[in-house]
């Protein structure tokens, strides 16, 4: 039997025929292999499968019998072929999609959690912020008793002297 990762060097050859042979085109080499190659028939067979089901996805209003025929065969056929070929790929995408709008759900919640962990947080930096501000642009608040008792005494001292 033949390994996946030590394809003989033939069918890598004929493999890049495949789609000509989907596309009806005659190739009796291929076909020869084809009838002594596993590999190959099964290679062909997915192919075939992949084609079909892109038709289906492009043209979904073709014959009733020919699409109920497809799905049939992709009910029967799916789990071998997400196993073994390209098709696998979309399995993580339909994954991913049916949990996009979960997903969703959790961003918009940790964004919130987020807000209201770092809102107030940022509110009392702004507030210093603006109270450095203050201080810079009006730099003569009363400092200490000891000064406002001078003001206090030079304005009673002018009280007195008028
Ligand atoms: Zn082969």
Same mark, same amino acid.
């Given at each position: 039997?033949?390994?996946?990762?030590?394809?003989?060097?033939?069918?890598?050859?004929?493999?890049?025929?495949?789609?000509?042979?989907? #596309?009806?085109?005659?190739?009796?080499?291929?076909?020869?292999?084809?009838?002594?190659?596993?590999?190959?028939?099964?290679?062909?067979? #997915?192919?075939?499968?992949?084609?079909?089901?892109?038709?289906?996805?492009? #043209?979904?209003?073709?014959?009733?019998?020919?699409?109920?025929?497809?799905? *049939?065969?992709?009910?029967?056929?799916?789990?071998?072929?997400?196993?073994?070929?390209?098709?696998?790929?979309?399995?993580?995408?339909?994954?991913?999609?049916?949990?996009?709008?979960?997903?969703?759900? *959790? *961003?918009?919640?940790?964004?919130?959690?987020?807000?209201?962990?770092?809102?107030?947080?940022?509110?009392?930096?702004?507030?210093?912020?603006?109270?450095?501000?203050?201080?810079?642009?009006?730099?003569?608040?009363?400092? #200490?008793? *000891?000064?406002?008792?001078?003001?206090?005494?030079?304005?009673?001292?002018?009280?007195?002297?008028?």
């Amino acid at each position: 039997m033949f390994n996946k990762s030590n394809i003989p060097a033939q069918c890598r050859k004929l493999e890049s025929r495949f789609e000509d042979c989907l #596309d009806g085109v005659s190739d009796t080499e291929l076909d020869d292999h084809m009838t002594r190659c596993e590999h190959c028939r099964s290679a062909l067979a #997915d192919l075939r499968f992949a084609g079909e089901l892109l038709r289906e996805a492009w #043209d979904p209003a073709g014959e009733p019998g020919q699409a109920f025929l497809a799905n *049939v065969m992709a009910r029967i056929q799916r789990e071998e072929i997400r196993a073994k070929s390209p098709a696998a790929f979309w399995t993580p995408l339909e994954f991913l999609a049916s949990r996009l709008s979960l997903t969703a759900a *959790v *961003v918009l919640l940790a964004l919130s959690a987020y807000l209201v962990e770092f809102a107030p947080q940022r509110g009392v930096s702004l507030g210093s912020v603006r109270t450095e501000l203050s201080a810079v642009d009006f730099p003569q608040p009363p400092r #200490d008793p *000891v000064s406002n008792e001078e003001v206090l005494q030079s304005l009673a001292e002018r009280d007195n002297g008028r």
